[in-house]
Structure formats: C-alpha cells, structure tokens
C-alpha cells in the first residue's frame, strides 16, 4: 500500500511563493505505476483537482491554475513536490497528495492533507 | 474539459432508507474512469467506487454504483449513521480530472 505524507509552511504571506512536498513510501516516484497528483480543498467548499506528474515529466494542471502551478519530481528522495507562485488569500486551503494507478484506477492512496494559509 | 455536476446539493435521509446521489457529466465518460469518494470531516476522501460500479477493498456492499455515458448514480440502499459525509464523483478519463461539486449526506 502506497504510503503519503504531505510537508511544508504552514503560513505563506501573499504575493510569495507556495511550496509543498510530498514524500512517497512503498512506491517508487520514478515508476510507471502511478500517477502522483495534487488537489487541494478550500474551508468548507470542495475537491479541487490541481495536477499530476507522470513518468519522466509528463504533467498536467488545471487550467485555471495553469500559470502559477507546477509539479516535479525528486527521485533521490522519493518525494514530488507542488509549487504555487503568486499566492492570494483563495489559495488558503487543505492541500493533499494522492496517487492514482496508471492502468488500474482503484490503486489511489491519499496523505492525510496539510492547511496552508495565506496571510500577512 | 468535461465538468461533473452532482445532484441533489444535500439529501437529508433517515437511517434504513435508500440514498440515490446523481453525477452527471458534460460529455461522455468511459466508465472505466468514473470514481466516487467519500470524505468525512477532518479526514482525506476515501475511494467508495471505480469504474463507476465497482466497490474499492473493504466497502460495505450497501454502497453500489453505476451509469455509462454521462449519467452516473451512487445508491445507498440501507443508510447507516456513519455515512454521514460528503459524496464527490471524479472523472479520469480526460485531464483536467475534474471532481463534482459534492453532494453532502446527513441524516434526519
């Protein structure tokens, strides 16, 4: 079972830069079993699909964050990671990574979601 | 870019009653990629259904799925009091993976 657990600030200031770091267990990031995501979940509104990373840079964002998102990978330490530039208030959210199964979709595993707020 | 829109908005049940949640989609949808989760408070969603109506490992066989095309229905058939949550339907067949905007269970 793949393991999740995402790392970062928990306050980011606007107009500056969201990181967070996703570290994997039980599978290798640099597979081509999964594709690893991020969605995030504003207080009390719903799932909000942000991207994924797959297999040697293969990516995809939503389009109504394509600008300021990107999504990489550190196959050295297993982890992928979430930036997102340009930070306002509506990006105040829980934000969770999960994989998903390439060829077989009922292979999802979340990590338990990590509040990012932003505020001056 | 396909949008999922799930209907009703809230169903407020009785315990032992049926449960029908509806998830419809903007365009076809291979049914191989329609999921549904459930997510209660303070907790990451939890994949009820793939392949619009297939049970994921270890979900009470109460919770069914099924549709093709761009109707797809989650049923509850007898509702328990822990299945208060919030319901979201999920298409991967075409990125951008859109979810539903959800659909919140409560019991009366």
């Known amino acids: 079972q793949v393991q999740l657990r995402e790392s970062g600030p928990g306050l980011v200031k606007p107009s500056q830069t969201l990181s967070l770091t996703c570290t994997v267990s039980?599978?290798?990031?640099?597979?081509?079993?999964?594709?690893w995501n991020w969605i995030r979940q504003a207080p009390g509104k719903g799932l909000e699909w942000i991207g994924y990373?797959?297999?040697?840079?293969?990516?995809y964002y939503n389009p109504s964050l394509k600008s300021r998102v990107s999504i990489s990978v550190d196959t050295a330490k297993n982890q992928f990671s979430l930036t997102l530039t340009s930070v306002t208030a509506a990006d105040t959210a829980v934000y969770f990574c999960?994989?998903?199964?390439?060829?077989?979709?009922?292979?999802?595993?979340w990590g338990q979601g990590t509040l990012v707020t932003v505020s001056s | 870019e396909i949008v999922l829109t799930q209907s009703p908005g809230t169903l407020s049940l009785s315990p032992g009653e049926r449960a029908t949640l509806s998830c419809r989609a903007s365009?076809?949808?291979?049914?191989?990629?329609l999921v549904w989760y459930q997510q209660k408070p303070g907790q990451a969603p939890r994949l009820l259904i793939h392949?619009?109506?297939n049970r994921a490992t270890g979900i009470p066989d109460r919770f069914s799925g099924s549709g093709s095309g761009t109707d797809f229905t989650l049923t509850i058939s007898r509702l328990e009091p822990e299945d208060v949550a919030m319901y979201y339907c999920?298409?991967?067949?075409?990125?951008?993976?859109?979810f539903g905007q959800g659909t919140k269970v409560e019991i009366k």
């Open positions: 999960a994989s998903r199964g390439y060829s077989y979709v009922q292979d999802d595993f």
């Open positions: 990373f797959y297999y040697r840079g293969s990516t």
């Open positions: 392949g619009a109506s």
């Open positions: 365009q076809s949808v291979r049914s191989t990629y």
């Open positions: 999920q298409q991967c067949a075409s990125a951008p993976w859109a």
């Open positions: 039980n599978a290798s990031v640099g597979t081509t079993s999964y594709y």
